[in-house]
């Protein structure tokens, strides 16, 4: 299972799935995090909901590793089946 801890033990491994190293993905993550918090907040508040914020399914990954997988994606231009295999997600 690919995940952001098991790539960020390696600069080599990090570098080559995503061109990043260590601190730069930490720094995206980290403006990502806080756009993505509020977006979502504002997403969901939205009216006209038929279910309550709370009753949706939770996400298989991490937001930081949701971002790891966006990354590795676009950096080796994979199938989905294949980012589904690798990152144990359906």
Do not use: C, Q, W
Request: proline content about 1%; glycine content about 4%.
């Amino acid at each position: 299972m690919l995940r952001y801890r098991l790539l960020a033990r390696s600069l080599a491994l990090l570098r080559s799935f995503t061109d990043l190293d260590n601190a730069g993905f930490d720094l995206l993550y980290s403006n990502a995090e806080s756009r993505h918090s509020k977006f979502e907040r504002e997403r969901l508040s939205k009216g006209g909901r038929e279910r309550a914020i709370s009753a949706v399914r939770p996400y298989a990954l991490s937001f930081r590793d949701r971002l790891l997988l966006l990354f590795v994606y676009y950096k080796l231009h994979m199938s989905m089946t294949l980012v589904e295999l690798l990152f144990e997600i359906d």
